[in-house]
């Protein structure tokens, strides 16, 4: 599997919603999120297979919500340890931090 291959997709429910990247057959990695009666989302979870661990799909998932977020024009809370310190690592996303 190539990273051309690694497609994000984002679902979305009423209050709570993902963004996913199927692997194979019965893998796939996502990052869990929930939404605030004034569109900011906290993202609370982020999850690989640790068969895919080290691949930068993490980073995937992530890079898909903060172009969500420029273009939608919402911000994020980020909650998730994994998504706290790529908020560190960027400081060019510290105006779509709510």
């Not at 893998?27 to 068969?51: C, N, Y």
Request: charged fraction near 30%.
């Amino acid at each position: 599997m190539t990273d051309t291959e690694l497609t994000v997709t984002r679902e979305d429910g009423p209050t709570r919603g993902r963004y996913l990247i199927r692997l194979a057959p019965g893998f796939e990695a996502e990052m869990t999120f929930s939404k605030s009666a004034d569109g900011t989302i906290t993202i609370d979870h982020t999850g690989v297979p640790p068969e895919y661990e080290g691949r930068g799909i993490a980073a995937k998932l992530v890079n898909r919500a903060i172009s969500d977020a420029r273009e939608q024009g919402f911000k994020i809370v980020p909650v998730c340890s994994y998504v706290v310190a790529q908020f560190r690592r960027h400081p060019e996303w510290a105006d779509l931090r709510a």
